[in-house]
């Protein structure tokens, strides 16, 4: 999940330099909603952690 945030925030930073607002924009939402999941998922995953047989 980290993996696909930091593609897409690569694509959005390169869209942005060469002046594609609109696909910087895209690509930086969707980054913004992957790295969120990707908090939750973690801090879930902390939280509960592996439990001991």
């Given at each position: 999940?980290l993996?696909?945030?930091?593609?897409?925030?690569?694509?959005?930073?390169?869209?942005?330099?060469?002046?594609?607002?609109?696909i910087?924009?895209?690509?930086?939402?969707?980054?913004?909603?992957?790295?969120?999941?990707f908090?939750?998922?973690?801090?879930?995953s902390?939280?509960?952690?592996?439990?001991?047989?």
């Amino acid at each position: 999940m980290l993996r696909w945030t930091i593609t897409f925030i690569i694509l959005a930073i390169i869209a942005g330099v060469l002046g594609f607002g609109g696909i910087a924009a895209g690509a930086a939402s969707i980054a913004k909603v992957l790295f969120f999941i990707f908090l939750v998922l973690f801090i879930f995953s902390l939280i509960t952690g592996r439990k001991k047989i």
